[in-house]
Structures are given as C-alpha cells and as structure tokens.
C-alpha cells in the first residue's frame, strides 16, 4: 500500500469510524472499496474507494439509505474508478458522469454528478491538499438534462433552495 492511500485511509478512519467491509476490485485489486456503516447519518452506507489517490489524487465516495445498498452499488463505484484508471481521465468537481447501467434496479438514475462530500462532516475534506473526495451524487434523467444546460453552479443552487434528499436515490426529481 502506498503512502498517500495511507495516510487517505488513516484520516477517514478517524472521521468515519473503521469500516465493516472492505472489497476489492476484479480488474484492479489494487483499487478497493470500503463501507461505512451509518454515514453520514443512521440507516445510511457510505462507500469510498481506496487506493485512487496515488495515482490520481483522488478518491470517489457514493452514499445512500441501506436499502439500496447491493452488489449494483458496489458494481457502479468500481466502474467509475475503472474508468479514472483506464481512460487516465481526470474528472473535477461537477463532472456529470453516465453511466452503462442504472445504479440500480430501483431506479432508473444513469447519471453521477462528482461534488464536494457536503453530507459528511467538514473535517472529511481536510486531506484536500493531497486527496480530493468527490461524493457521486446520483441524478435522475431530468436533473442531469437540466445540469448539462444550466451547469453545475446553477444546479447546486437549485439542490440548495430544495433541499432534495440526496441519499434517496427513489426520490422526485428537483426540476
């Protein structure tokens, strides 16, 4: 394990708690993905990979309610953090990200926006010198049709005046 994904897995270790599974990946085992139990609040999962920041100075983090926590979700983190792997691809804050599949059956939600982690406590982007942690906030159709016209500026303050809950990927749409 390199440096930077351990001092990257120290410091979330020391927000978040330990985490109660790690998984790694089948096309790059040195990419894993760790889950956090009730995070960022009871009844919800939080999941981050780890071992992105050294080669990419980043790491993707995806959350939502326990139910719809399934090998479709773990599915879906790992082929983003394929992609950064395989493309080389830089990706930024309020990136759209689509994906091949739904994230899950639940759904029909295609599309990640990559943003600051504005669920988790402040404290988890302190690394952000070294380590980005971009949180994918799964968007149904109409929202990443909108964000692609308006941008990601003008969709967050949309976010912001409804307050959507963004852990509830069954949720209405904000536009």
């Not at 599974?21 to 956090?36: A, M």
């Not at 399934?70 to 309020?94: C, K, M, P, R, W």
């Not at 303050?157 to 809950?165: F, I, N, Q, S, V």
Request: hydrophobic letters at 45%.
């Amino acid at each position: 394990m390199h440096t930077l994904t351990r001092k990257t897995e120290a410091h979330l270790f020391r927000i978040l708690g330990m985490p109660v599974r790690e998984t790694r990946g089948q096309s790059n085992p040195e990419t894993r993905v760790l889950l956090f139990e009730d995070q960022p609040v009871a009844d919800a999962f939080t999941l981050i990979t780890a071992g992105l920041a050294d080669t990419h100075g980043q790491e993707l983090l995806l959350c939502g309610w326990n139910a719809l926590l399934n090998d479709a979700t773990y599915a879906t983190i790992f082929s983003v953090a394929q992609l950064l792997h395989d493309e080389q691809l830089a990706v930024t804050s309020g990136m759209l990200v689509e994906l091949p599949q739904p994230i899950t059956s639940q759904t029909a939600i295609r599309h990640l926006l990559l943003w600051p982690p504005v669920y988790h406590d402040d404290a988890l982007q302190t690394l952000a010198e070294e380590v980005e942690i971009l949180w994918m906030v799964p968007l149904l159709p109409q929202e990443a049709a909108w964000l692609e016209r308006k941008g990601a500026t003008a969709f967050d303050e949309k976010m912001t005046g409804t307050d959507p809950d963004l852990l509830d990927w069954t949720r209405a749409s904000v536009v």
